[in-house]
């Protein structure tokens, strides 16, 4: 039996000739909070849907709860929860009835679903397809829940809620993973990726591209800040005299990471005594998952977004 509430090795899902999903390699502990980070069409769906027994394995294999999601389909389906992109719920059931409907499937006892529908604060009696997108979230992941499973895999759990059903959404995952509910999510959503995983891996074109908690991660820019200036006017001259710092661009600003904030205040000084630019606004920071996640998985194409120039 594999180590780690969910492993993948070589995981690997192809189409006809492309690869979706090509030879990923994780291991998610009891407890965690596991992120998959990626943009559109990186793998993040089609590596959940091998996960969860949904899709067939193309090569490699993976176990999750020690079994194998090869071998032992049922086992593993008895044992997670899936909380799908798009929702697997009736819109003409009531929540009452859909999380029923999960209970006999499961096996669960009745009780169970009273017990969620009081937990989850559901309204029991509307109409799946009449609740907003917020409830409508916090009921299919209800109804992946009616057989206490020990894994819950989410599929951008956050994504098209508004700001507060987001909040509430990660909340509840936080909850959740609180009572020992293991949780593998994947998001594009920079605040998940900031605030929930305790560990990330980025996937990029169907591979794991980098791979450790949020701190370890942000270490991989460089022990530096981020340097954020306003000048006026930028010109081509001075965007040639700071090459070497790989300047992007983000709403007006010029973007910078530095090791030594102060050695670059010098060269910045005398730059602007050299050309005659006023500095409008500068703040440091430190990086974030977002510029992370910029620098990785946009390395190859070009990363300034929308060079005023
Ligand atoms: N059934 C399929 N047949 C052929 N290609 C597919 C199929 N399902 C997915 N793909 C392709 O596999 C790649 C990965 O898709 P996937 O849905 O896993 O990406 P994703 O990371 O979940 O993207 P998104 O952020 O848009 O949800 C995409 O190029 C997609 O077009
Ligand atoms: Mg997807």
């Given at each position: 039996?594999?180590?780690?509430?969910?492993v993948?090795?070589?995981?690997t899902?192809r189409?006809?000739?492309f690869?979706a999903?090509?030879?990923?390699?994780?291991t998610?502990k009891r407890?965690?909070?596991?992120?998959?980070l990626g943009?559109?069409?990186?793998?993040?769906?089609?590596?959940v849907?091998?996960?969860t027994?949904?899709?067939?394995i193309?090569?490699?294999?993976?176990?999750?709860n020690?079994?194998?999601?090869?071998?032992?389909?049922l086992l593993?389906?008895r044992?997670?929860?899936?909380?799908?992109?798009?929702?697997?719920?009736y819109d003409?059931?009531?929540?009452?009835?859909n999380?029923l409907?999960?209970?006999?499937?499961y096996?669960?006892?009745?009780e169970r679903?009273?017990?969620?529908?009081r937990?989850?604060?559901?309204?029991?009696?509307?109409?799946?397809?009449?609740?907003?997108?917020?409830?409508?979230?916090?009921?299919t992941i209800?109804?992946a829940?009616?057989?206490?499973?020990?894994?819950?895999?989410?599929?951008?759990?956050?994504?098209a809620?508004?700001v507060?059903?987001?909040r509430?959404?990660?909340?509840?995952i936080?909850?959740l993973?609180?009572?020992?509910i293991?949780?593998f999510?994947t998001?594009h959503?920079?605040?998940?990726?900031?605030s929930?995983?305790?560990?990330?891996?980025?996937?990029k074109?169907?591979?794991?591209?980098?791979?450790?908690?949020?701190?370890?991660?942000?270490e991989?820019?460089?022990?530096?800040?981020v340097v954020?200036?306003?000048?006026?006017?930028i010109t081509?001259?001075?965007?040639?005299?700071?090459?070497a710092?790989?300047?992007?661009?983000d709403?007006?600003?010029?973007?910078v990471?530095?090791?030594?904030?102060d050695?670059?205040?010098?060269?910045?000084?005398?730059?602007?005594?050299r050309?005659g630019?006023k500095v409008?606004?500068i703040s440091?920071?430190?990086?974030?998952?977002?510029d992370?996640?910029?620098?990785?998985?946009?390395?190859?194409?070009?990363?300034?977004?929308g060079?005023?120039?």
């Open positions: 039996m594999e180590e780690g509430a969910v993948a090795e070589g995981l899902k189409y006809g000739d690869t999903v090509d030879g990923i390699n994780l998610v407890g965690e909070i596991y992120g998959l943009p559109n069409g990186a793998g993040k769906t089609t590596t849907r091998m996960l027994t949904l899709t067939q193309t090569s490699g294999n993976a176990w999750v020690g079994y194998s999601v090869r071998e032992e389909p593993v389906k044992s997670i929860g899936l909380v799908p992109d798009v929702s697997n719920l003409e059931l009531t929540v009452e009835e999380l409907f999960a209970a006999r499937l096996n669960a006892p009745i679903v009273r017990e969620l529908i937990e989850f604060d559901l309204p029991a009696n509307k109409k799946f397809g009449k609740l907003s997108s917020g409830f409508k979230r916090r009921t209800a109804a829940l009616v057989h206490r499973p020990e894994v819950l895999f989410m599929d951008e759990p956050t994504t809620l508004d507060s059903s987001a509430n959404v990660r909340n509840l936080r909850l993973n609180k009572e020992g293991t949780v999510i998001t959503n920079m605040i998940d990726a900031e929930l995983p305790h560990r990330i891996g980025i996937i074109e169907g591979k794991i591209i980098a791979e450790g908690k949020g701190r370890e991660l942000k991989l820019m460089g022990k530096g800040m954020k200036l306003l000048v006026e006017p081509s001259k001075l965007i040639n005299e700071i090459e710092y790989s300047p992007t661009f709403e007006g600003f010029i973007v990471t530095v090791e030594d904030v050695e670059f205040l010098e060269e910045l000084f005398d730059l602007k005594m050309l630019f409008k606004r440091t920071e430190l990086p974030t998952i977002e992370v996640f910029v620098e990785l998985t946009e390395r190859n194409g070009c990363s300034c977004g060079c005023p120039l």
